[in-house]
């Protein structure tokens, strides 16, 4: 056993350590946290002194084991988990866990896992820092009391299954208050000029008037005024402008920029970024800083002055604005600038480049453009605001251009072009000019890399919480990823071309978005209810100056007990009163009056979702109901869309002697079959569609359905799943990815499908014992499953399955057997 012991989170980031450290050093991983709070308990003393029970995991037993024997070996255990809060409170629990004796015991930090970096912090040891762990544990155990206590609240006064979380729920409120913003908007309309000019060698450019006009009379007496009119050049400046570069990326910033110019979600960025920090490439990616250090600094100007030239070059500083930000870490950057890519998969090789690019151009020089107004004059109109103006700008020098620009999140930002050489009073000719009907916009709905920036503005959570808390909002079902159709709308536009004025009305689809942030009908109950009845937790001022008290807590300003206390005095006694006098919430709409029999109708959620309800519970009658279509909301749904949801099931006729109807489901309308289901077109009323059609959707379906290959005396078919093109042999689904035509499968490619899937299902197995009917198999993430029938044991990474004995893997499955649940018997009770 070596004298050195070295524990981190990941055994990704322990391979790439184990590079730098000699045979006198081993590291092995913690898998993350080895202790946390109990899953069905609480597991804090609120009637105390806000002790948490931390416990460790089922699935940590294991590891704890083998750390606890390898510990006891070793000279000196050294913690070396990350260095956000989060990392030590890992080491923390780790020191505990495993009893560690504090004299032999060291902890070390690091921004980067590099060589230098490694051997820095083994020569710059320190102990646990106990207020970034109470920091930690303060928004852990803030968190728990917060769902735990919220969410049994919104079972009983909502819905079941539901949950509530002191950031999530913060998340979900802004959704629902933009989209609400969106639909109160009242667009208004107004006309925006546009011209094209020319000069005498023929050179065009295109210019606007400043201002808009009210009304399309206003612009039409404008375009009259400009028949034969003639135009030159009122003003011209030239002057020249300096862009300097953004700072280098912070985590908020990189998931924004990932998702404008990779398109990657914020999780997906994430556990990219933990990747290319786990192999060493760049530092870590938890991080509100923007600070880089002077060996960085040196790093960058060496590759910028090797790569374009010194006059390239200008090492510069960047302040942070974020709220507690650690100026003391590093923002997000390369470990080696000289390496501008990386041999690393798609995703991460993408995200390294534009990490390397953004780190790289903050230490470029300014850009140097030259920036051209110009206003040209109609000589039959001397207003000013009647004035086209026109902007140009060339670049005089690159600078940081030449590497990269920074993106942004608005739609309508022009980039100015170039203009031809121009002077005063030089005589232009107009090709034509466009008055065009513009309608204000409403706010943008938020995507999830505006959402971090709206919570960063509102210094509501940290880098840390970013990624989980989007994800989570999303799980639960309270925002989906929305494709939203929105409308046509017509608008007006007139033309001024050879001194005539034509008009012709044309067409836009407008309120349309796709995988921007929606509020789900859930998602809209749920924030009102919590509104209502704790307006103190939705309130972002507090979810703000949580943070901050977590931040004064790090820094030792602040007691977490202290805290907690404060908090909890308030907060429990409110949740009680809400428990036992507030009303139930479903989100009841009353929209109208049946014709037919003068009963009520309204929507409200249902048990198993959003529903239409004629009547209601006191009458004698029974209430009718009917299920929204996945499309349709609560909030938005009219009577007359309501009241056609009881037209179904709608009976079309029979085909090859099987009945045929039309319905709507969980996942949308469809057209049965006996005993198939053939979803509708997007778009497709389900109570427009006749037999013919109907038919013709069957039809096509058995066409996709048929067999397009028999491969060893089995059909193979093909089709499209949720995660894309996969062709069927054998009970056994094949995805088919891009390097085949997916519309022209040759035989040799289907085999070559089957064989290699074939292949790969044998390397999976580790054991078969087929008389009993139990294999062990290789699983995701380095784990593996003991198998038999339906059920499935999955085991911890740390255990060798290579020597398990068929008894040992019976034990197993013996131990997790799901329990068989036994029927209560009835009771009679004695008259």
Same mark, same amino acid.
């Given at each position: ?673 006996? !005993?198939?289901? #053939?979803? +509708?077109? $997007?778009? *497709? %009323?389900?109570?427009?569609?006749? /037999? &013919? @059609? =109907? ?94 029938? !339906?059920?499935? #044991?999955? +085991?911890? $990474?740390? *255990? %060798?399955?290579?020597?398990?004995? /068929? &008894? @040992? =893997? ?22």
């Amino acid at each position: 056993m070596p004298k050195n012991l070295v524990i981190v989170e990941s055994p990704a980031k322990a391979k790439t350590i184990e590079k730098f450290l000699g045979k006198d050093y081993r590291v092995e991983s913690s898998f993350g946290h080895i202790a946390d709070l109990p899953s069905k308990e609480l597991g804090v003393d609120v009637d105390g002194d806000f002790e948490p029970k931390y416990q460790v995991s089922k699935d940590k037993k294991d590891v704890v084991k083998k750390l606890k024997e390898l510990a006891k070996k070793a000279e000196i255990v050294w913690l070396a988990s990350d260095e956000d809060r989060e990392g030590e409170a890992i080491a923390w629990h780790l020191a505990e866990t495993l009893a560690l004796d504090k004299s032999k015991t060291k902890r070390i930090v690091f921004h980067e896992i590099t060589k230098s970096a490694i051997t820095k912090a083994i020569e710059n040891p320190r102990s646990i820092d106990y207020h970034l762990v109470d920091a930690q544990q303060a928004r852990r155990v803030l968190d728990r009391i917060v769902g735990y206590e919220l969410s049994p609240v919104l079972w009983r006064k909502v819905k079941g299954g539901l949950s509530a979380g002191r950031v999530q729920s913060v998340s979900v409120r802004l959704i629902v208050e933009r989209e609400r913003e969106i639909n109160s908007f009242n667009a208004q309309a107004s006309f925006r000029v546009d011209a094209e000019f020319k000069t005498d060698d023929g050179a065009s450019f295109k210019a606007k008037l400043p201002s808009n006009f009210n009304s399309k009379k206003e612009a039409e007496a404008f375009l009259e005024k400009n028949i034969n009119a003639t135009y030159e050049v009122s003003e011209l400046e030239k002057k020249p402008v300096k862009k300097s570069p953004a700072p280098p990326f912070t985590t908020s910033t990189l998931q924004q920029e990932a998702s404008r110019k990779l398109g990657f979600s914020v999780s997906r960025t994430m556990s990219n970024a933990q990747r290319l920090y786990e192999a060493g490439l760049i530092t870590y990616m938890r991080t509100d800083s923007v600070n880089l250090s002077n060996e960085a600094k040196k790093g960058a100007e060496n590759a910028i002055v090797s790569s374009y030239g010194a006059s390239y070059s200008k090492p510069r500083n960047y302040k942070g604005k974020s709220k507690g930000a650690q100026e003391a870490h590093e923002a997000i950057r390369p470990t080696d600038f000289g390496n501008q890519t990386v041999n690393a998969e798609r995703d991460q090789a993408r995200l390294y480049d534009l990490i390397w690019k953004r780190a790289i151009a903050s230490q470029m020089s300014e850009a140097k453009l030259e920036r051209t107004n110009v206003r040209i004059k109609v000589n039959s109109n001397q207003k000013v605001q009647e004035q086209f103006s026109a902007n140009g700008e060339i670049i005089t020098f690159e600078g940081f251009l030449k590497v990269y620009l920074e993106g942004t999140d608005d739609e309508e930002t022009e980039q100015s072009g170039l203009l031809p050489d121009l002077k005063v009073k030089q005589a232009l000719t107009k090709n034509y000019i466009t008055a065009t009907e513009r309608f204000t916009r409403p706010p943008a709905r938020y995507t999830e890399a505006s959402l971090v920036k709206k919570l960063e503005e509102l210094g509501i959570g940290r880098p840390s919480t970013y990624a989980p808390t989007i994800s989570t909002i999303q799980n639960r079902n309270y925002v989906e990823k929305g494709t939203v159709d929105g409308n046509e709308r017509n608008y007006i536009q007139l033309t001024l071309k050879a001194n005539q004025i034509k008009e012709k009305q044309l067409t836009e689809r407008v309120g349309s978005d796709k995988g921007k942030l929606v509020p789900t009908d859930i998602g809209m109950i749920v924030t009102d209810f919590l509104v209502n009845h704790f307006e103190s937790i939705l309130d972002y001022n507090f979810t703000a100056k949580v943070e901050e008290s977590f931040d004064d807590i790090a820094e030792g300003k602040e007691d977490w007990r202290e805290m907690m206390k404060d908090f909890y005095k308030g907060f429990h006694p409110q949740v009680e009163d809400v428990q036992e006098n507030a009303d139930r919430e479903s989100g009841e709409r009353i929209l109208g009056t049946d014709p037919k029999t003068g009963r009520q109708v309204s929507v409200r959620l249902g048990k198993f979702g959003p529903m239409v309800q004629i009547g209601t519970a006191e009458e004698e009658e029974k209430p009718k109901f009917a299920s929204l279509s996945p499309d349709q909301q609560l909030n938005s749904i009219t009577f007359e869309e309501a009241m056609d949801l009881f037209k179904l099931p709608k009976s079309l006729g029979h085909y090859n002697e099987d009945e045929v109807e039309v319905n709507i489901g969980r996942f949308g309308p469809y057209v049965r079959y006996g !005993k198939k289901f #053939v979803s +509708l077109p $997007k778009g *497709v %009323d389900p109570l427009s569609v006749e /037999l &013919d @059609e =109907a038919i013709v959707y069957i039809k096509e379906k058995e066409k996709a359905d048929a067999p397009i290959y028999t491969y060893k005396g089995s059909d193979v078919t093909k089709g499209k799943g949720r995660f894309g093109p996969f062709i069927k042999w054998n009970n056994m689904f094949i995805n088919v990815n891009k390097k085949y035509d997916w519309d022209n499968l040759s035989e040799e490619d289907i085999v070559t499908l089957i064989d290699d899937k074939i292949q790969k299902e044998k390397d999976k197995l580790i054991h078969v014992w087929e008389e009993e009917g139990i294999r062990v198999e290789k699983a995701r993430w380095g784990r593996h499953n003991v198998i038999k029938g !339906k059920q499935k #044991v999955e +085991l911890a $990474k740390t *255990v %060798d399955v290579s020597k398990m004995t /068929l &008894d @040992e =893997a019976k034990v197993l499955l013996e131990k997790n057997a799901p329990k068989k649940k036994t029927r209560k018997k009835a009771t009679t009770k004695k008259k």
